[in-house]
């Protein structure tokens, strides 16, 4: 018994960061939870919009991939997509947001703030997508730092 709380105690950390996935291809998923794991962050996969929105509603996440088409739903028309976009941005800042596509150039600056996105990233460089996460991650967390400690010395957060 002892053996099985210390394993969660190790796994247990309070700082960890937290990652929602929603991707439908199931090799995708997996290169992309895997890439996470590696980038330090626990990855978990909601199943369609529904379960997004479910999570979303009840976990904090430091980081969001999510593909264009992701349950069945158009570019134009993913719903989650669109939840995210309109978020607060009191809520919405604390989110980086990864965005796959098929027509978006990989790190196109333009793209993402058209899209409301912090990265879009073209499915055919998923290979890649552990450095493209590792760079983005990094400008994201480099762009709101002072902004997060003034936060944190008025405690606000």
Not at 6 to 26: F, G, Q, T
Not at 75 to 85: E, V
């Amino acid at each position: 018994m002892t053996d099985k709380i210390d394993d969660i105690l190790k796994e247990y950390d309070e700082n960890a960061k937290m990652a929602l996935v929603c991707e439908d291809d199931p090799e995708a998923l997996k290169n992309i939870k895997a890439a996470l794991a590696e980038l330090r962050y626990s990855a978990e996969a909601a199943a369609n919009a529904e379960e997004a929105f479910e999570k979303l509603k009840f976990n904090r996440y430091d980081a969001v991939v999510i593909s264009e088409k992701f349950s069945g739903s158009t570019p134009d028309g993913n719903a989650f997509l669109k939840h995210l976009q309109f978020m607060p941005m009191s809520t919405r800042r604390h989110i980086f947001v990864a965005l796959l596509g098929e027509a978006l150039a990989t790190m196109d600056t333009m793209a993402a703030f058209d899209k409301s996105v912090n990265v879009v990233i073209n499915r055919k460089d998923l290979p890649n997508i552990k450095g493209i996460l590792k760079r983005s991650l990094h400008d994201y967390e480099q762009f709101y730092k002072v902004y997060k400690e003034s936060l944190i010395k008025m405690g606000k957060m």
